[in-house]
């Protein structure tokens, strides 16, 4: 070795030694120099493993980064070969998250930061000393960030410590962008960005641009910005971040990120974004046997267009409004199979309410969702309702205040008339990942006294490092005809380290309380429930971690004060270092039906008591392989007959631009009043021709309907957020071989950045 790099690897150990959070290196940032001969292969030369929450402190107050101003245009091509990237100090020595908190990175990762009047640049050089295994999941945009090789940037612009702008990348240049929330989680967003990625005989490189307009910041002279890298690595099953991060806290704890120094005379500009649509479509619809179509299926007589709006009110609130608003798009409902007496919930998939949905968060969801936005232009069956118009301020008022304020209109729909919603939600914060807040939903129709609000307020406080939780709320609904025992409330309080889960919770939905602009699964209930978890760490080649676990909950109805259900559960499971995992779980389970329930056309559950005992096992193989899948399997009692359940998913990606997703679930239950049997096959297969072109079939088959139905898209995005769509919906009757409905759909958008 050469005295000049042993002498530099050297300066660089030593710094990482005392603390360093800016690697010394001096090596090109095109990764054609040696570089990658450090500790082991491309390892990084941080030799100290971080282990109690003082080192982890200490690192993160070093991880300061200095962003270079530049005149020299940088070509997008994921090179780093312009003679600026050399002029930037790089960000190394990353910290594994997971699995071996505190441990040097495997491969070395640097990371370089320019801007110019216009654009922020982040340079990645990702060494891999077996540049032959990175793998690469999928193509597709908003990837699935698990089990694949990716970059992350995650960005707090507003320096608040209280969330970001995620940028991630994989290898082969795939994209996905979401907005990261300390108290709301990880929200999609769809935001205009741009990244090149290359590989080369050392690793991999991604080269972004970042226009400023993009990101929300103050007006200030100088600027300081929270930042935060990530990188995953499956060969290893590594996840690194340059400012470390306890095990239990995710990248999105951005009050724990390192800070980006250097942004001098930079402008948020003016941000306004307007996007209209083009849409034709023919649709038809058998009922009662007969064809019945609004307009012929040869016939492009349905034509339609709208407008959405993005304006940024201040650096931290941003306005965005929609007229006539489709959502021809999205993909299908995934099916589900009901075998309990109470509510179904199927996720929204829908742009305009996804985005920025976490600042309307309220309670932890489940059982209770007091603002569920499929409310606001679907119909319970799922069929959409038009959206006139309507319009969304969100974001940060001064320092310490998160605010949303949502306000819809829906057109006449059958017998459904026309629909006025509003929608308010606040947060105070007090500390880091604690606040205050209330919540108010309005919903009311052309039809006089047909009205329905809920409002509230909730709390939440986390103590010692977040390990202590108290979290609690109280709601109430005003509906015409139902009067008293309007009410929800809940309390939970919990202790959670890197091993060890303790929770306790009460909550209740008295009779009364009704959320038309929410979700309640089962209501009328007082609800306890405790939980103990337990989920030591080895030090084992494959083994991350055991998991020893029970849970108690009870129910009762909260109209009779009497006892419904209670569910008493031990679970035990391994989770391997691949991200795989197995658990086999025992339930005993006491229910009281108070009525006789329907769970099938023919067959009905007496009212009385039941007890039953059911045992189920599930294994996952883990991600970053070609062949993914799991698979579980459940039996045992069954009410007053028995029940043999088996569902699993398999995945097939034999290169990044073809994936194959499967899945089957199969219930054969046998009760007193006659055996039965479900099953629920869907099948996923999605062709990405480049990151910014797709293919994409879903098919689903339910026996209980009898009902096969597909939904085959194509998309192309042709400019930043500006896309063509062509949709083929249909649904058939497999007893009669005959469709029930289709629809094609060519829709196209056009973004236009002011």
């Given amino acids: 070795m050469r005295p000049c790099r042993l002498r530099r690897l050297c300066c660089v150990a030593g710094a990482a030694l005392l603390g360093s959070g800016v690697g010394a290196s001096a090596q090109s940032p095109s990764g054609n120099s040696q570089a990658g001969s450090g ?15 003082s080192e982890f402190e200490a690192v993160r107050a070093t991880r300061i980064l200095t962003a270079v101003r530049i005149t020299d245009g940088i070509v997008l091509d994921g090179r780093l070969d312009e003679p600026s990237w050399a002029l930037a100090s790089p960000a190394t020595d990353f910290i594994v998250r997971v699995p071996d908190n505190g441990a040097p990175a495997g491969e070395r990762t640097e ?4 801007y110019d009047q216009n654009n922020l640049y982040v340079g990645v050089m990702a060494y891999d000393s077996q540049p032959s295994r990175i793998f690469v999941k999928e193509l597709k945009r908003d990837f699935d960030l698990n089990g694949t090789d990716v970059i992350q940037v995650i960005i707090d612009s507003l320096h608040d410590g209280l969330g970001g702008y995620s940028l991630s990348v994989n290898p082969a240049g795939a994209r996905r962008d979401n907005h990261l929330s300390l108290n709301g989680g990880n929200v999609d967003w769809d935001a205009v960005w741009d990244v090149a990625t290359r590989r080369t005989e050392e690793g991999w490189i991604a080269e972004y641009a970042v226009p400023f307009k993009t990101l929300r910041f103050s007006n200030a002279q100088s600027q300081e910005w929270g930042i935060q890298f990530s990188r995953r690595v499956v060969r290893l099953n590594e996840e690194s971040v340059w400012s470390p991060l306890p095990f239990r806290f995710s990248t999105a704890r951005m009050n724990l990120a390192g800070t980006l120094r250097g942004l001098e005379n930079i402008s948020p500009s003016r941000n306004l974004k307007v996007k209209p649509y083009f849409l034709g479509q023919v649709t038809q619809t058998r009922i009662a046997g007969d064809m019945v179509t609004t307009e012929s299926f040869d016939n492009w007589d349905d034509y339609g267009k709208g407008l959405d709006v993005k304006y940024s009110l201040t650096p931290a609130l941003t306005l965005d409004a929609t007229y006539r608003t489709d959502f021809a798009q999205v993909e299908a409902d995934q099916q589900q199979v009901n075998l309990t007496r109470f509510n179904l919930f199927f996720p929204e998939k829908r742009e305009f309410f996804l985005e920025n949905t976490n600042m309307f968060t309220f309670g932890p969801g489940g059982n209770l969702v007091p603002f569920f936005s499929r409310r606001i232009g679907l119909s319970p069956a799922g069929v959409p309702v038009p959206v006139l118009a309507g319009a969304r301020t969100s974001g940060q008022a001064g320092k310490s205040y998160n605010v949303g304020v949502l306000a819809m209109r829906t057109d006449a729909f059958g017998l459904t008339p026309a629909n006025n919603y509003l929608v308010g939600r606040m947060r105070r ?30 709390t939440h406080f986390q103590f010692y490092d977040d390990r202590l939780e108290f979290e609690g709320y109280l709601l109430r609904s005003d509906t015409p005809g139902k009067s008293g025992e309007n009410l929800a409330r809940r309390f939970q309080t919990g202790w959670r380290d890197d091993e060890l889960t303790i929770n306790a919770e009460y909550n209740a939905v008295l009779p009364n309380f009704n959320p038309e602009v929410g979700f309640v699964r089962r209501g009328d209930i007082s609800h306890y429930a405790g939980e103990l978890t337990w989920a030591p760490r080895v030090d084992h080649p494959t083994i991350q971690n055991y998991t020893f676990g029970t849970n108690v909950d009870y129910y009762e109805r909260a109209s009779l004060d009497a006892m419904e259900t209670r569910v008493q559960e031990a679970t035990a499971g391994i989770r391997f270092r691949n991200n795989g995992s197995t658990n086999f779980t025992v339930a005993r389970t006491f229910d009281r039906l108070f009525a006789p329930f329907n769970i099938r056309s023919n067959i009905t559950i007496p009212a009385g008591d039941y007890e039953y005992t059911n045992y189920a096992g599930s294994f996952n193989i ?25 569902s699993g998913a398999i995945g097939w990606r034999p290169d990044y631009h073809f994936s194959f997703d499967g899945t089957y679930s199969r219930n054969a239950v046998t009760l007193p009043g006659g055996p039965f049997t479900t099953n629920l096959i869907g ?7 480049t990151p910014r072109a797709f293919f994409n079939a879903f098919l689903q088959y339910n026996k209980d309907t009898k009902q096969l139905s597909s939904n085959v898209r194509f998309n192309i995005t042709y400019r930043p957020l500006s896309d063509v769509y062509v949709v083929y919906n249909d649904t058939r009757d497999t007893v009669r071989d005959q469709s029930v409905g289709r629809s094609f ?10």
């Fill in 429 to 458: 914060n007090l500390m880091p990942n604690s606040w205050v807040g209330a919540l108010g939903t309005h919903r009311d129709s052309t039809v006089p006294g047909d009205y329905n609000r809920v409002y509230g307020a909730d």
């Fill in 683 to 689: 099948t996923r297969f999605l062709y990405a021709f």
């Fill in 622 to 646: 883990g991600n970053g392989r070609q062949i993914t899948g799991n698979a579980s399997v459940n039996w045992g009692e069954f009410w007053d007959g028995k029940n043999k359940a088996v």
């Fill in 745 to 754: 759909t060519i829709k196209i958008t056009r973004m236009f950045d002011f």
């Fill in 39 to 53: 500790q082991s292969g491309n390892g990084q030369a941080a030799v100290h493993r971080l282990r109690t929450e």
């Fill in 111 to 114: 990371v370089r930061v320019l």
